[in-house]
Each structure stands twice: as C-alpha cells, then as structure tokens.
T-cell receptor
C-alpha cells in the first residue's frame, strides 16, 4: 500500500501574537536543553538553553520553561514576527557534559502571518 | 567569522560510487558530529568525535565512515552509497569552553541524492 509520511506539528499565528512551542523529552538523565531554529535551506541555529537546575530562562523575546516532573519544555516567543517562521527543535544532552549526545525532537513548524 | 563549513552543498550520485562530504570548523572545537535529517524523523546522529583520533558511532552509523586526523576537519565518507542514504546532512561542532554558546554550531547542510 501507499506509505504516509510523518507530519510535523504546526503552529500558525498572527504577527504580534505570542507563540508557545512545546516539547517532551524522555531521558530523565538529561540535564541540559537547547532550543534551535531552522530556517529553510539552513542549518539549525541556537536560540536559548537551560540547565536542569533551572525552571525558566529568558532571552531576547524568548523564554524557555522546563518542567522536569513531566519532562516537558516549552519555548515562548513574544510578539512573533514573520522572520520567526521556521522549524523549531528542542534538544537535550544526557550525561552531564556538553560532550554528551545531543538528541533532537521531531520539530514544530511555526508560520507567522503578517 | 566563526563557522562550520560543509562541501558540497548539493550532490547527486549513483549507487555504489564512493563519496566524501567535507566538514571544517575554525573555532578550535574539540567535539564534532554528523547528523542526517529526514522528513518526520528529525535529526539523527551518525558519528561523533570528541577529539583528534577519537570517534564513535551515533544512532545511525551503518553505511558511513568518518575520520578525525586534524582538529578542524571531520569528513563523512560513504564507501558505497545507497538510495536510502538520500538525505540532508549536517556537520556540527562544540566546545565546553565556549561559555557564550554552549550549544552546537551547525554547518549549512549537504543535500545528497543517491540514484
């Protein structure tokens, strides 16, 4: 039969709205988490990171929240702009070292409408 | 400019013809890694290297080889490419001493098609 490809979660917002992108991780030993942004035709770019001893970290227009109890991360983008349209990945390190393996989530497609 | 450079950006080849994708970084990073990105599967690690002459398998190493003879270079070798290796490949580097950016720096990608 015909195979069906997996579809990434999508989020569509209007320019100026706040966006929230969610991510679940599975490894309880993960102690460092990163959000990446990938624009079409480019490699992933670092947005913000957070260590497991923190619940929240803020950057410029972005905030990452970490809930270790339910192994959940979220990325909040304030006043979303068309230039924020991209695929967003969460990634986690396990083992307490930046040399550890970086495991990526599947990604979320964010589309910002002017 | 600090960067990871991959070449080529695009490559179409035939099954069984050996190829090498080069990766070079100018940040003196110890750690380098190769990922492949496929629709719906995200980025999966192929191989990584913690320093010169130290390499290890990632999640999907079958059909690939790497070498790390110099700190700045980490080529990905496909000895006998097959169509299931058609993918978008990324090289990345990192160093724990880079306090401003503790994450990975990625190259721009190599889109490989094996026919």
């Amino acid at each position: 039969g015909e195979s069906v490809g997996l579809h990434l979660p999508t989020l569509s917002v209007q320019e100026g709205d706040n966006s929230i992108i969610n991510c679940a991780y599975s490894n309880s030993a993960s102690d460092y988490f990163i959000w990446y942004k990938q624009e079409s035709g480019k490699g992933p770019q670092f947005i913000i990171d957070i260590r497991s001893n923190m619940d929240k970290r803020q950057g410029q227009r972005v905030t990452v929240l970490l809930n270790k109890t339910v192994k959940h991360l979220s990325l909040q983008i304030a006043a979303t702009q068309p230039g924020d349209s991209a695929v967003y990945f969460c990634a986690d390190f396990a083992g307490g070292t930046s040399y550890g393996k970086l495991t990526f989530g599947q990604g979320t497609i964010l589309t910002v409408h002017p | 400019e600090a960067q990871v450079t991959q070449n080529p950006r695009y490559l179409i080849t035939v099954t069984g013809k050996k190829l090498t994708v080069t990766c070079s970084q100018n940040m003196n990073h110890e750690y380098m890694s190769w990922y492949r990105q496929d629709p719906g599967l995200g980025l999966r690690q192929i191989y990584y290297s913690m320093n010169v002459e130290v390499t290890d398998k990632g999640d999907v190493p079958e059909g690939y080889k790497v070498s790390r003879k110099e700190k700045r270079n980490f080529p990905l070798i496909l000895e006998s490419p097959s169509p299931n290796q058609t993918s978008l490949y990324f090289c990345a580097s990192s160093s724990p001493s880079d306090r401003l950016n503790y994450g990975y720096t990625f190259g721009s990608g190599t889109r490989l098609t094996v026919v």
